[in-house]
């Protein structure tokens, strides 16, 4: 058989073999039957729509401050375009940990203790892929950040779901905690100032949780992203409580607080054998941080508290406008106390979550987000992100108005 008819023949038979082929019995069943981000799910719907007021994506509307884009500017332009240490840059460790000896009175050692990530968003993951095995269950208060749920479980982790009320303002009580905790439960996760309720936890607050989180000898991951955007009183850390800095991996970042969303830098606290350990898993998969950023990252900790305060005086100025105007419209809203968020609820228009949201968007073009994205306790209230224009947030609260005359509430 010459060269050509093998060929043909080789040709002849993959045409004639039934293909096995499935891609699908090739997916992880963890990752397989993880459904998508509720909130990116519902944006997906807003992509090409004209003339749409968004009140959903959770960053701010601020540009990020002119000088600390100069620093990356330099920085390019000086050529420092590569990697860093897989902890972060050493200058931006220490101003860290002074910024946090500053802020919380805690002290944290710049080389084993500090860890910069790409995002908080990977920090989180880092926390959970560095602590849990197979089977150990954490528990989650709800309404929370969507990424905990999927993360504990991309880790071999069992996520515990603990639902907070709107009549106790959406607080973690110690008798929702202690009754999930069981002999699997390894971790809390704590999420204040909150994402989607703008809920914060009081230093009274946490010292009433403190005692079951040591009688169970529990590890906390604390993610105060929203640190800086506290509006009552001073925000407080678990880590801050006696003997809790060694329980606590505290994680936070520059998105919110300096409007640096784009610019992916977070930041982990904690033991030096678990910062030791997050570093490991980020040694493989990211590396290091963004080199440049960094830079940036270490201009806005050094001079941009000014920015800082004065966006968070915007933010605060929304928050009381937004929430009255709420009320107004007869949505019952907590008062956000920290984040830039308000969580009204819509169960009187007799409308689930996405219900409400999908028909918003449908006939009055206004984007929020379903409350249920954020855990089953989010079922009937929507987010609404008050980081945008005080004209907008006026305009979206005209086209609810007449949104809901529409349904006759």
Partial sequence: MTRGEIGLSGKKLAMERPSLWRPESHLSATV?????????????????MEGVISLGVGEPDFPTPWHIREACIYSLEG????????????????????????????????????????????????????????????????????????????????????????????????????GAISEKTKALVLSYPNNPTGAIMTREDLEEIADLVVENDLLVISDEVYEKLTYDGKHASFAQLEGMRERTVLLNGMSKSCAMTGWRIGYALGDP???????????????????????????????????????????DRRRRLFVSELKRLGLPCFEPKGAFYAFPSIEGTGLSSEEFAEELLKEQKVAAVPGNAFGDSGEGFIRCSYATSREEILEAVDRIERFLADLGT
Avoid: W
């Fill in 32 to 48: 397989r039957d993880m459904p998508p981000s509720g909130i990116r799910k519902f944006f997906d719907i807003v992509v090409g």
């Fill in 79 to 178: 050529g420092h375009t590569s990697y860093t240490s897989n902890k972060g840059l050493p200058e931006l460790r220490e101003i860290l940990a002074e910024a946090k000896k500053e802020d919380l009175k805690l002290e944290y050692d710049p080389e084993e203790e500090i860890l910069i990530t790409t995002g908080v968003s990977e920090a989180v993951d880092l926390a959970f892929r560095a602590t849990l095995n197979p089977g150990d269950e954490v528990i989650v208060p709800q309404p929370c950040y969507v990424a905990y749920v999927p993360d504990i479980r991309l880790a071999g982790g069992v996520p515990r779901p603990v639902a907070t009320r709107l009549s106790e303002e959406f607080k973690l009580r110690p008798e929702d905690f202690e």
């Fill in 273 to 315: 054998a678990i910062i030791g350990a997050m570093t490991k898993v980020h040694q493989y998969t990211m590396l290091c941080a963004p080199t440049m950023a960094q830079v940036a990252a270490v201009e806005a900790l050094r001079r941009g508290d000014a920015e800082v305060k004065a966006m968070k005086r915007e933010y």
